[in-house]
């Protein structure tokens, strides 16, 4: 058992003991002292758990947004793991997406394009992209419409691949449609073109 094992066990033992001894004190009968003995054991037992699993829950944040519209911009705040995470729609399809100004262009997994009816087949050769993960080979197509909080995209072209797994990636081309946008104190600011009377 390590140090941190031992320090673990100590914790959590005191921590049944205090309410433990708060009922003996109040002289209440064996089988209820008994029964709240166990519940304040699973409770704190409960707690231990999280406690001890801190790391692996932290990963879980990726899958939370905190993602408003103020005014005309939308606001996202980073997420856990230091990424920023949108929720998009893809020609009506909803999808969690990573927006990366890495990238180039903006990627679907295989099943979020076939979802939204995004043709790849009309592409005769997969692009060559380079990522950080070395050479992926993709199909393009065209997502009809993507929508992210007060921004709409139109029209906007992407790479398919099953390299990609289930991970959805915002582009480049897309943020380069913006007017602006910028990270402030853990946020990020997209702020869309104005809109053009027709």
Same mark, same amino acid.
Do not use: C
């Given at each position: 058992?390590?140090?941190?094992?031992?320090?673990?066990?100590?914790?959590?033992?005191?921590?049944?003991?205090?309410?433990?001894?708060?009922? @003996?004190?109040?002289?209440?009968?064996?089988?209820?002292?008994?029964?709240?003995?166990?519940?304040?054991?699973?409770?704190?037992?409960?707690?231990?758990?999280?406690?001890? =699993?801190?790391?692996?829950?932290?990963?879980?944040?990726?899958?939370?947004?905190? =993602? %408003?519209?103020?005014?005309?911009?939308?606001?996202? %705040?980073?997420?856990?793991?230091?990424?920023?995470?949108? *929720?998009?729609?893809?020609?009506?399809?909803?999808?969690?997406?990573?927006?990366?100004?890495?990238?180039?262009?903006?990627?679907?997994?295989? =099943?979020?394009?076939?979802?939204?009816?995004?043709?790849?087949? %009309?592409?005769?050769?997969?692009?060559?992209?380079?990522?950080?993960?070395? /050479?992926?080979?993709?199909?393009?197509?065209?997502?009809?419409?993507?929508?992210?909080?007060?921004?709409?995209?139109?029209?906007?072209?992407?790479?398919?691949? /099953?390299?990609?797994?289930?991970?959805?990636?915002?582009? @480049?081309?897309?943020?380069?449609?913006?007017?602006?946008?910028?990270?402030?104190?853990?946020?990020?600011?997209? *702020?869309?073109? /104005?809109?053009? /009377?027709?």
């Amino acid at each position: 058992m390590t140090g941190d094992q031992k320090y673990d066990v100590l914790i959590f033992a005191l921590l049944i003991l205090l309410p433990l001894s708060g009922l @003996m004190a109040r002289r209440v009968r064996l089988g209820r002292l008994v029964f709240g003995a166990l519940r304040w054991a699973v409770i704190f037992a409960i707690g231990l758990l999280v406690v001890q =699993q801190r790391e692996q829950l932290t990963g879980l944040t990726r899958f939370l947004t905190d =993602q %408003r519209v103020v005014g005309s911009e939308t606001r996202i %705040r980073q997420s856990g793991d230091g990424h920023f995470w949108a *929720d998009v729609q893809i020609n009506g399809v909803s999808r969690r997406m990573l927006i990366d100004s890495g990238a180039t262009t903006t990627a679907l997994s295989v =099943q979020t394009a076939q979802a939204a009816g995004i043709d790849t087949e %009309r592409s005769p050769f997969p692009a060559l992209l380079n990522t950080a993960n070395g /050479p992926v080979a993709a199909r393009t197509g065209r997502a009809d419409r993507i929508v992210l909080g007060s921004v709409v995209a139109r029209d906007l072209g992407v790479v398919v691949s /099953p390299a990609f797994g289930d991970t959805n990636v915002i582009g @480049m081309n897309f943020l380069s449609q913006l007017h602006s946008w910028r990270v402030e104190e853990g946020t990020l600011i997209l *702020d869309p073109r /104005p809109r053009t /009377p027709n």
